[in-house]
């Protein structure tokens, strides 16, 4: 499985610019091969990672698992 190394507030500033959201750049990264992408903060520090599916059906279903958590995470935050 290939590393793809991406600084996060750069790529979070660049989706804001762009006015996409990160499942729509994921969608374009995809071709049929697994890929780790790992987001470092601004001191290369570990910040967290995503594995890109290899098919877009994959990449919807973790879209729809990652709203549904995020979804509980807030709720759970009031």
Known sequence: ???????AADFFELLKLKDQSMWD?????I???E???VFLN?????????V???TLEKLNEDKVLFAKE????ISGLN
């Open 1 to 7: 499985m290939k590393n793809i190394t991406i600084k």
């Open 25 to 29: 750049i994921f969608a374009q990264m």
């Open 31 to 33: 071709d049929g091969e």
């Open 35 to 37: 890929r780790e992408i």
């Open 42 to 50: 601004d001191d290369n520090q570990y910040l967290f990672h995503y």
């Open 52 to 54: 890109l599916p290899a």
């Open 70 to 73: 995020y979804a509980e995470k």
